[in-house]
């Protein structure tokens, strides 16, 4: 039972443009979360789906993010939501219960904080690793893609935990404007972050608080 919805739900988010897909078990990370009891009550999977960026666009970033990068990462944000819109539905027919989490929506942006960590489920779902860049890591599209997920009490195999890092790699490290990324990842410092992006929004290079810089310079 739980190998076949594994494959269904894999299938459907692949067909409908998933280029990722794992499922974590959930049970210790719920304390950071950020959302009501109810939506967390009884729900021990979080699937993580992620999409990837196109290699073109992000490569013509250079110092800041263009008007394109932002066209493109709001609409494969949308995509995200759509899939988990999508696989929430299917769940809900089996008679399971399911919660989509946006892909981008935070509650705190000063410190980056949304609903909970995208990056964490995708990392116990077998994804990738977190970065130095603070951001997830897969071996196969580096840190060029965006997660989303869905939490929820349909029986599922869990996939093993990415215990992988960046080795030597620091290229990330090199490319920030403002030293924020450090050579831990635990030492990644938000403020320094956050300011650049509220930089770059308030110089009218987008409209949202991005910026792509280490994002592009993250590949495998």
């Not at 998933?18 to 794992?22: H, I, K, P, V």
């Not at 995708?122 to 994804?127: C, D, S, T």
């Not at 403020?191 to 992006?197: A, D, P, S, V």
């Given at each position: 039972m739980?190998?076949?919805n594994?494959?269904?739900l894999?299938d459907?988010s692949?067909?409908?443009g998933?280029?990722?897909?794992?499922v974590a078990d959930?049970t210790?990370?719920?304390k950071?979360?950020?959302?009501?009891?109810?939506?967390?009550?009884?729900?021990?999977y979080?699937?993580?789906?992620g999409?990837?960026?196109?290699?073109?666009?992000?490569?013509?970033?250079?110092?800041?993010?263009t008007?394109?990068?932002?066209?493109?990462y709001?609409?494969?944000n949308?995509?995200?939501?759509?899939?988990?819109l999508?696989?929430?539905?299917h769940i809900?027919?089996?008679s399971y219960?399911?919660?989509?989490?946006?892909a981008?929506?935070?509650i705190?942006?000063?410190?980056q904080?949304?609903?909970l960590?995208?990056?964490k489920i995708?990392?116990?779902?077998?994804?990738g690793?977190?970065?130095?860049n603070?951001?997830l890591?897969n071996?196969?599209y580096g840190?060029?893609?965006r997660l989303?997920?869905?939490?929820?009490?349909?029986?599922?195999?869990?996939?093993?935990?990415c215990?992988d890092?960046c080795?030597?790699?620091?290229e990330c490290?090199?490319?920030?404007?403002?030293?924020?990324?450090?050579e831990r990842?635990e030492?990644?410092?938000h403020?320094?972050?956050?300011?650049?992006?509220r930089?770059f929004k308030?110089?009218g290079y987008?409209?949202?608080?991005?910026?792509g810089?280490?994002?592009?310079?993250c590949?495998?």
């Open positions: 739980k190998d076949k594994y494959s269904s894999k459907k692949e067909k409908i998933a280029s990722l897909f794992g959930i210790h990370l719920k950071d979360f950020h959302l009501s009891g109810v939506l967390m009550e009884d729900l021990p979080g699937i993580s789906i999409v990837r960026l196109s290699d073109r666009i992000l490569e013509e970033i250079e110092d800041r993010p008007k394109l990068y932002y066209h493109h709001r609409q494969v949308m995509l995200l939501d759509h899939i988990a999508r696989l929430t539905v809900q027919k089996e219960d399911a919660v989509p989490i946006p981008s929506q935070l705190d942006w000063e410190k904080i949304g609903h960590s995208h990056k995708g990392q116990f779902a077998g994804l690793w977190i970065g130095r603070n951001l890591v071996p196969q840190a060029r893609m989303v997920t869905v939490l929820t009490d349909m029986p599922l195999p869990t996939d093993k935990p215990e890092d080795g030597d790699c620091r490290i090199a490319v920030c404007p403002v030293n924020a990324i450090k990842q030492d990644f410092d403020i320094k972050c956050y300011e650049l992006l930089e308030k110089k987008v409209g949202q608080y991005i910026c810089i280490c994002v592009k310079a590949k495998p």
